[in-house]
């Protein structure tokens, strides 16, 4: 297999924190397996002296521009400083925000950074990450009632990481280690409010990730049991079981991003009560 990757520049320029511009660029960057993006962020850029700057830099690695700059003088700027180099750029933003303009019949108010107001949604997100991290492997079991989700899982199946991407959504996220021969808290089968979803991999996938972990202290385990195979089988077998029993929801994360592994628990919150 011939892994050899072309390089290219991918400049994003923000006025914001470009979180949704990083995600785009990625986005299509991945559909390019022989590229591999050489990514320069540009965030908070809201006047031409930090513009100059930035044009600057493209003109000594040239590549693709990506840009969410609302102030219209700011952009025609890009347009025609990249124009210039001889670079491509493109308004990420600017489509969706014309498209929304004329079946709204209303002009936008070219706002930088509208979408971090501290409003209510902000601030239960941040009681949702409060909430989270409380709740993270197993903690507090006593509050489970007031969890949105309880994940569930054996050792290394992404729990608290998807709990914490799960929180930055507003969604308040627990989660359990499921290890055979120790019951799960008795809170968690008397909860009637949490959707509780089991994480799993495929016992491969786990050792693979356990044997690049430092094994510390976890609980229930010793030595080569930890990484070994067939004992992790074992394992995924019982919280299968644990699942049937309960009528739990079960997600293989083997071949899923984090993100791909919350929009599918995401998909079954028509489920919360």
Same mark, same amino acid.
């Given at each position: 297999?011939?892994? *050899? +990757?072309?390089?290219? *520049?991918?400049? &994003?320029?923000?006025?914001?924190?470009?979180?949704?511009?990083?995600?785009?660029?990625?986005?299509?960057?991945?559909?390019?397996?022989?590229?591999?993006? =050489?990514? *320069?962020?540009?965030? @908070?850029?809201?006047?031409? +002296?930090? @513009?100059?700057?930035?044009?600057?830099?493209?003109?000594?690695?040239?590549?693709? /521009?990506?840009?969410?700059?609302? $102030?219209?003088?700011? %952009?025609?700027?890009?347009?025609?400083?990249?124009?210039?180099?001889?670079?491509?750029?493109?308004?990420?933003?600017?489509?969706?925000?014309?498209?929304?303009?004329?079946?709204?019949?209303?002009?936008?108010?070219?706002? %930088?950074?509208?979408? *971090?107001?501290?409003?209510? $949604?902000?601030?239960?997100?941040?009681? !949702?990450?409060?909430?989270?991290?409380?709740?993270? $492997?197993?903690?507090?079991?006593?509050?489970?009632?007031?969890? $949105?989700?309880? =994940?569930?899982?054996? %050792? #290394?199946? %992404?729990?608290?990481?998807?709990?914490?991407? &799960?929180?930055?959504?507003?969604?308040?996220?627990?989660?359990?280690?499921?290890?055979?021969?120790?019951?799960?808290?008795?809170? &968690?089968?008397?909860?009637?409010?949490? @959707?509780?979803?089991? &994480?799993?991999?495929?016992?491969?996938? /786990?050792?693979? /990730?356990?044997?690049?972990?430092? =094994?510390?202290?976890?609980?229930?385990?010793?030595?080569?049991?930890?990484?070994?195979?067939?004992?992790? !089988?074992?394992?995924? +077998?019982?919280?299968?079981?644990?699942? !049937?029993?309960?009528?739990?929801?079960?997600?293989?994360?083997? #071949?899923?991003?984090?993100?791909?592994?919350?929009?599918?628990?995401?998909? @079954?919150?028509?489920? =919360?009560?």
């Amino acid at each position: 297999m011939d892994n *050899h +990757k072309n390089y290219f *520049h991918l400049h &994003l320029i923000s006025d914001s924190t470009g979180e949704t511009l990083i995600a785009a660029g990625r986005a299509a960057a991945a559909q390019f397996q022989t590229y591999h993006a =050489l990514e *320069h962020v540009y965030p @908070l850029i809201r006047n031409r +002296k930090q @513009l100059m700057q930035v044009l600057e830099s493209i003109d000594t690695a040239p590549g693709i /521009v990506l840009y969410t700059i609302v $102030d219209r003088e700011l %952009s025609d700027i890009i347009n025609a400083q990249c124009q210039q180099i001889g670079v491509p750029c493109v308004s990420v933003l600017e489509p969706i925000i014309d498209l929304f303009q004329t079946y709204l019949g209303t002009s936008s108010r070219r706002r %930088s950074g509208a979408q *971090h107001v501290m409003d209510a $949604d902000y601030f239960a997100r941040i009681d !949702a990450l409060n909430f989270t991290m409380d709740h993270d $492997d197993g903690q507090l079991p006593a509050d489970f009632n007031d969890a $949105d989700v309880v =994940l569930i899982g054996i %050792s #290394r199946t %992404s729990k608290t990481p998807t709990s914490i991407y &799960l929180a930055n959504r507003g969604i308040r996220t627990a989660n359990i280690p499921i290890v055979p021969g120790l019951p799960l808290p008795e809170r &968690l089968l008397e909860a009637t409010k949490p @959707l509780v979803v089991c &994480l799993i991999a495929t016992a491969d996938r /786990v050792s693979q /990730v356990r044997e690049h972990r430092v =094994l510390g202290t976890t609980q229930g385990f010793h030595g080569q049991d930890y990484t070994d195979r067939a004992a992790i !089988a074992e394992e995924l +077998k019982y919280a299968r079981a644990l699942c !049937a029993r309960n009528n739990w929801p079960i997600i293989d994360v083997t #071949r899923r991003s984090i993100e791909e592994t919350a929009a599918a628990i995401v998909a @079954l919150r028509p489920r =919360l009560r």
